[in-house]
């Protein structure tokens, strides 16, 4: 019997998707198989996916686009192993991610668990600062990932796994085009299913290759935070403003510094902790640098997201798709 079945939705990334199944190739656990959905992408991946069949249990298949959360119901449906696995086509995993997570899942069966994700050495400093900007305490996404009790955990799509049972009973991914997986995660615990966090089991993640990809992925999240609350009004913290709080205190600075340029004080600490922090880490000057732009970016960006969505979904009453049908990836 299959004991995981790996679920790879893409869409016009053929060379990402050629590092990940080479990266699954020389997996040191081996019952998995591979099943790549094709979301109509114009760039197909079928010539990658075909050079694979010898080294991996892979299947293809191509489909209309309908988002990421609709493929990966695809190919769940296709699907044989005990367990759904699901990475994002930008991800990297180590040699070992299986045998770790066959390891805790063999001395404790949960429902539903997932990993953490992390910058390769071999990343571009742009793709570094971005992983800092979306991991560090000081932007926000520390807080926001970060996770003490391990039961409580809210898997993420670019590495996330659960049960042939929650897929049953949950029906999938929902058709939200953006904050689908933390829509699923809410559901699976709303259904009392167990979840479980596995440190060890981290995937490198790309995420965005330059800034104006990043300001867009950050910026749709800050979208559906609100679109997630109104599905799950339990769902929303106080830290989830932080972000629209930074850029309004932000604009507030710049513009009071006009009058006097001690207001820029508080900005000029925030680039310092933000530099020492990045370069305590990455110990590299130019990620430390890039990294305060992507802080800056990152929070930014969630709280356009986020203010704009409050006012269209909240105030105006408009629903979810309208509020930001014009980005969608496309």
């Known amino acids: 019997m299959i004991k995981f079945s790996v679920i790879i939705p893409v869409y016009n990334r053929p060379d990402e998707l050629k590092e990940l199944l080479e990266s699954l190739k020389k997996q ?32 293809y298949y191509f489909k209309p686009n309908s988002g990421p959360g609709q493929s990966r119901n695809y190919g769940s449906e296709r699907a044989t192993g005990a367990y759904h696995v699901f990475f994002d086509s930008d991800c990297i995993i180590p040699e070992k991610y299986f045998e770790i997570v066959n390891n805790r899942l063999e001395n404790e069966m949960v429902d539903a668990y997932g990993g953490p994700d992390m910058a390769h050495p071999d990343f571009t400093p742009i793709q570094k600062s971005i992983n800092y900007s979306m991991t560090s305490f000081f932007t926000t996404g520390g807080i926001r990932g970060g996770m003490k009790d391990e039961k409580k955990f809210h898997p993420r799509s670019f590495n996330m796994g659960f049960t042939q049972e929650v897929f049953e009973k949950t029906q999938g991914f929902s058709k939200m085009r953006f904050g689908e997986d933390v829509d699923m995660s809410l559901r699976i615990i709303e259904q009392g299913f167990s979840t479980t966090l596995i440190k060890d089991a981290a995937v490198y993640h790309k995420r965005r290759v330059d800034f104006r990809k990043f300001f867009k ?94 006012y269209k979904r909240l105030i105006l009453g408009q629903d979810e798709f309208h509020a930001y049908k014009k980005n969608f990836y496309k």
């Open 28 to 59: 040191t656990y081996k019952n998995f198989e591979v099943i790549v959905v094709e979301d109509g992408s114009s760039l197909k991946s079928d010539s990658i996916v075909e050079d694979y069949q010898k080294d991996l249990e892979i299947k």
């Open 217 to 310: 992925q950050v910026y749709n999240s800050g979208i559906a935070r609100i679109n997630l609350y109104k599905r799950h009004p339990q769902s929303l913290k106080l830290v989830h403003f932080l972000p629209a709080a930074f850029l309004l205190g932000t604009i507030f600075l710049l513009l009071m510094s006009l009058l006097s340029l001690y207001f820029l004080i508080p900005l000029g600490f925030f680039i310092i902790v933000i530099f020492l922090d990045s370069l305590r880490l990455n110990k590299n000057l130019k990620v430390a640098f890039l990294s305060i732009m992507a802080s800056f970016i990152q929070l930014s960006a969630y709280g356009m997201g986020f203010i704009k969505s409050f």
